[in-house]
């Protein structure tokens, strides 16, 4: 049976969707500069993105309930002092299948769901490494949080009552919302601690569509 030469565009969706053995990296940065101290004890108050397939994922907070899971260059997530990567293990999942992975996933990830103690950026990346490695994260990276309550003590007050608002570029709203938005802005930056709002101000993220999760 005489064979035929593929397109160039049809390799590419081959290439793409076929089996891979993708590295996982978690990318580390400082919150604050008191980690430079709270790092030699196996402590500190952390942001971590989850690099794989060229591109790092994580997980931060705005007042809206769509996704906060958001995609950056990896290593330069802003707002934040990148500290250091340490490579998770490798994953199967071919780029299609993880971009169909993340986008499920972040239907679970809401920006107004975001807590700096019960559900943070390094509970998404935990969530993520465990789906595509089967190992947690290093336990140094979210041993603040585990603690609890008790880590509101910990934290420095510009971190607890901060109210640094980042809003997804796809959401489109009223003059009557915009007005209640601004409303709640304000109301936002006056209980500052709430919902614990720590993502970048600038446009240097692209948030994740997300897809409805299946019922099972």
């Known amino acids: 049976m005489p064979s035929f030469p593929r397109s160039s565009s049809l390799n590419k969706v081959l290439d ?96 107004d769901t975001y807590h700096l103690i019960a559900k943070n950026c390094n509970h998404f990346t935990d969530e993520v490494c465990q789906q595509l490695t089967g190992k947690p994260i290093p336990a140094w990276v979210n041993r603040l949080a585990r603690v609890g309550s008790f880590c509101n003590c910990l934290l420095p007050e510009s971190l607890q009552v901060s109210a640094v608002r980042h809003e997804p570029d796809h959401l489109g709203h009223s003059d009557e919302e915009d007005s209640e938005s601004d409303s709640a802005s304000v109301d936002s930056e006056e209980e500052g601690s709430k919902h614990h709002l720590l993502t970048p101000t600038n446009g240097d993220v692209n948030f994740i569509k997300e897809k409805p999760m299946a019922l099972q």
């Open 16 to 111: 793409t969707d076929k089996k891979t053995n993708t590295m996982v990296y978690l990318n580390v940065y400082d919150l604050t500069p008191a980690n430079n101290y709270l790092y030699m004890f196996g402590v500190g108050i952390f942001h971590s993105g989850i690099e794989v397939h060229g591109m790092e994922y994580g997980f931060g907070a705005h007042e809206y309930s769509t996704s906060g899971v958001f995609e950056v260059e990896p290593r330069s997530c802003p707002g934040f002092i990148f500290r250091r990567s340490v490579l998770l293990g490798s994953t199967d999942m071919n780029y299609s299948q993880f971009r169909s992975f993340i986008e499920r996933l972040s239907a679970k990830y809401h920006g």
